[in-house]
């Protein structure tokens, strides 16, 4: 299942909802968008995809046994004495580390600004330039969203987008994308771009600045937006 969603409005209120089935499955599309006072000029929209993942079972260890050692006298024949040795352990090699999937993450995500940026190119506007604070607010949700379940612009606790914006140290929050379940850049792209909410945050002239999130596990996505 694969499903998009957009929030629209002053600071944010919810837009209509797109959905569609192709042999078996479904999609819903959405957009979040804050506009603010201050802000070059247009109004963003901002929208959220969710998708599906899990986690491996953690490697089991095994234990071998070595031999009983033997000791002999050198005169009359005696009893053999053994001792058995503690047992051994060998793990099983460890999962890919922390750092290794947050350099997938990081590809991943540096193609998602890419092909935004094309999109950008052929509407006119000015190419998105990645911004730490959005980059931080955007991981940490996808990561937020994958490992508590939920797929929303606001999370359990009523937190909303751009109040997570601010508080990862950005002051001007724009919009915000999120999907889930797309298993690659061109896959979420394609889908965000199909829908009007979503491409009209991605192409929003106004906007300056992109983070991107992306976590493997459920394929969670998000695109957050700055003037």
């Not at 000029?41 to 260890?61: E, H, I």
């Not at 949700?141 to 950005?170: C, L, W």
Request: proline share 7%; hydrophobic share 35%; net charge negative.
């Amino acid at each position: 299942m694969v499903s998009l969603s957009v929030l629209l409005g002053v600071f944010s209120a919810a837009a209509g909802t797109w959905m569609a089935t192709a042999e078996g499955n479904t999609a819903e599309l959405g957009a979040a968008a804050l506009v603010l006072p201050d802000a070059p000029g247009g109004s963003g929209g901002g929208s959220g995809t969710d998708l599906a993942g899990g986690k491996a079972p953690a490697p089991k260890q095994a234990t071998t046994e070595a031999p009983a050692p033997t000791t002999a006298s050198s005169e009359a024949p005696a009893p053999t004495e053994t001792t058995t040795a503690p047992p051994t352990t060998s793990e099983a090699a460890p999962p890919p580390t922390t750092k290794a999937a947050a350099r997938v993450a990081q590809s991943t995500t540096a193609q998602v600004i890419s092909l935004v940026n094309d999109e950008r190119a052929q509407a006119g506007c000015k190419p998105l330039t990645e911004e730490s604070h959005l980059t931080t607010a955007a991981q940490d949700y996808s990561d937020d969203m994958s490992a508590r379940n939920f797929f929303a612009h606001t999370n359990p606790e009523g937190v909303t987008f751009d109040q997570r914006i601010k508080t990862a140290g950005y002051s001007k929050p724009g919009a915000e994308n999120i999907a889930k379940g797309q298993t690659s850049a061109a896959q979420v792209m394609d889908a965000w771009m199909n829908s009007e909410g979503h491409r009209a945050n991605i192409l929003n002239c106004s906007l300056g600045k992109i983070g991107v999130g992306f976590t493997k596990a459920g394929n969670y996505w998000v695109q957050d937006f700055g003037y």
